[in-house]
């Protein structure tokens, strides 16, 4: 069943199509996926996606995830034997952790929290921050008007004084490590590309300083942060 049935093999073929297939780019949104899958050791393949819109508007990346955005898989190896296609990377992280019963806690309640969080960055953190850099650092920085800017600026502030009270006295977000760490701290990570760490105080958040350095210090981590090379 797997490839010739997903017809983004038309255009990133798989070479082995008996590991799953990642389809993403190093983004704070795509290194979830990779570091996800460096952390557990399931067996994957990557396919590099530019942001570009000839490569995830191209209709074989629409026919895997029709929002246009990385990043993607193909699990051969899916639910009940059969390939399992999916998008988002929230969802692929639940999905990777699931599999590999890893990461999402080891009892109901810690299932619950450390979901909890990865929503959180999925409805907070990920599009404040995201919509933070546009008006900051790219296109939007252009336009006189501040209270955009300054909308997420604040907003952006506030989250970070959540997250730095939760992390006091804590190695990781949820007890254990898990994959709301793998979710929120890339994001935080982008506010160096942003170049906003000094207009939101970073220096004042030791909390999230010691856990970025905490994160960063782990050799999944090394090696998802630059899956696929850029």
Do not use: C
């Not at 109901?108 to 933070?132: E, K, N, T, Y």
């Not at 008006?135 to 955009?148: C, L, N, S």
């Not at 760490?197 to 220096?203: A, I, R």
Request: proline share 9%.
């Amino acid at each position: 069943m797997f490839p010739d049935d997903f017809p983004i093999n038309n255009r990133w073929p798989a070479k082995d199509p008996s590991v799953l297939q990642l389809y993403s780019f190093p983004t704070p949104n795509g290194v979830k996926a990779s570091i996800m899958l460096e952390e557990t050791g399931i067996p994957y393949e990557p396919h590099r996606i530019t942001l570009a819109d000839a490569d995830v508007k191209s209709p074989e990346f629409l026919s895997l995830n029709p929002n246009n955005k990385i990043p993607a898989i193909i699990d051969p190896n899916g639910p009940d034997g059969t390939p399992l296609a999916l998008f988002e990377s929230g969802a692929i992280l639940i999905y990777l952790a699931d599999k590999a019963g890893k990461f999402i806690g080891s009892t109901a309640s810690d299932r619950a929290h450390v979901i909890q969080w990865l929503m959180f960055q999925m409805g907070g953190l990920g599009p404040m921050l995201g919509q933070l850099g546009y008006f900051y650092k790219f296109a939007g920085a252009e336009i006189e008007d501040p209270r955009p800017r300054d909308r997420y600026i604040n907003e952006a502030k506030r989250l970070l004084a959540v997250l730095e009270g939760q992390m006091a006295g804590k190695d990781w977000i949820a007890g254990d490590y898990s994959i709301a760490d793998i979710a929120l701290v890339p994001w935080l990570k982008s506010l160096d590309f942003y170049g906003a760490k000094e207009v939101l105080g970073w220096d004042a958040h030791p909390n999230l300083i010691a856990w970025v350095d905490r994160f960063n210090a782990r050799p999944a981590v090394q090696r998802g942060s630059t899956i696929p090379a850029q």
